[in-house]
C-alpha cells in the first residue's frame, strides 16, 4: 500500500501570498493518478486538480498542480480569504487503496 | 446536473445495524464507480471502498473489510452502505462519490453532502 504524506500540516499565510502545499508518495506513482481535494468546515470535500495538474471544472486559475515520481505539489497563488480549508492529495486508479494524504490546513491570517 | 443525495443523519446505539443510502441522479448510475469515505471528528478523510453499480462488482480497503457492506439499487439509482453490529468507534461522517469517468477508478467527483453516523450508548 502505498503511503501519502502531506506538509505541512498547517500553513498560515497573508491574503495574497502563494501556498505551496507538498504531497509525498511512498513509491513512485504515476502522475496520471493523483488528485487534490478542497474541503471547507462543515462541506464535502470538492475536486480542485485531476491527473496532478488539470483543475476540474470552474476552478479558478490561481490554484495549480504539479509533480512527479514521489514529490507532487499544489500551489495556490494569490491566497484569498475564501481559500480556508483543508486541502487533500489522493492517488487513484486500479491499484487498492484509493489512499488519502493526511491534510495540510491552510489559514489566512 | 449530476447529483449525489445522501440520507440524513443517524443516531444508533452499539450493536444495532444500519444501512444509509446515497441517491445519484444526473447521469448513468450503471457505469460509474461509486467510492465510500470515512471522515472521523476532527480528522482526515479515509477510502472505505468502491462498488461498480452495473454489476456490483465491490472492492474494500483492508481497514474495512468485513466491518461493512456496499450494495447498490439499479433500478432507483441508489447505493448503500450497511453495518450488521455498530460500535462507538463508528461515529463518523459518511461521504458517496462518484468516480468521474465512466468505467474507471479515478478521481472522485461529485460528492454527496454527507451522512453524520453518531453511535452511542
Known amino acids: 500500500e502505498i503511503v501519502l504524506t502531506q506538509s505541512p500540516a498547517t500553513l498560515s499565510l497573508s491574503p495574497g501570498e502563494r501556498a505551496t502545499l507538498s504531497c509525498g508518495a511512498s513509491?513512485?506513482?504515476?502522475?496520471?493518478?493523483l488528485a487534490w481535494y478542497q474541503q471547507k468546515p462543515g462541506l464535502a470535500p470538492r475536486l480542485l486538480i485531476f491527473?496532478?495538474?488539470s483543475r476540474a471544472t470552474g476552478i479558478p486559475e490561481r490554484f495549480s498542480g504539479s509533480g512527479s515520481g514521489t514529490d507532487f505539489t499544489l500551489t495556490i497563488n494569490r491566497l484569498a480569504p475564501e481559500d480556508c480549508a483543508v486541502y487533500y492529495c489522493?492517488?487513484?486508479?486500479?491499484?487498492?487503496?484509493?489512499?488519502f494524504g493526511g491534510g495540510t490546513k491552510v489559514e489566512i491570517k | 446536473e449530476v447529483q449525489l443525495v445522501q440520507s440524513g443523519a443517524e443516531v444508533k446505539k452499539p450493536g444495532e445495524s444500519l444501512k444509509i443510502s446515497c441517491a445519484a441522479s444526473?447521469?448513468?448510475?450503471?457505469?460509474?464507480?461509486i467510492a465510500w469515505v470515512r471522515q472521523m471528528p476532527g480528522k482526515g478523510l479515509e477510502w472505505m471502498g468502491v462498488?461498480?453499480?452495473?454489476?456490483?462488482?465491490?472492492r474494500y480497503s483492508p481497514s474495512f473489510r468485513g466491518r461493512v457492506t456496499f450494495s447498490v439499487d439499479k433500478s432507483i439509482s441508489t447505493a448503500y452502505l450497511q453495518w450488521n453490529s455498530l460500535k462507538a468507534s463508528d461515529t463518523a461522517m459518511y461521504y458517496c462519490?462518484?468516480?468521474?469517468?465512466?468505467?474507471?477508478?479515478?478521481?472522485?467527483?461529485?460528492w454527496g453532502q454527507g451522512t453524520l453516523v453518531t453511535v452511542s450508548s
Open positions: 462519490a462518484r468516480s468521474a469517468i465512466a468505467h474507471r477508478r479515478v478521481w472522485s467527483d461529485p
Open positions: 444526473g447521469y448513468n448510475f450503471i457505469s460509474h464507480w
Open positions: 462498488i461498480f453499480p452495473g454489476d456490483s462488482d465491490t
Open positions: 513509491r513512485n506513482i504515476r502522475s496520471s493518478l
Open positions: 491527473d496532478t495538474s
Open positions: 489522493q492517488l487513484y486508479g486500479t491499484s487498492l487503496p484509493a489512499t
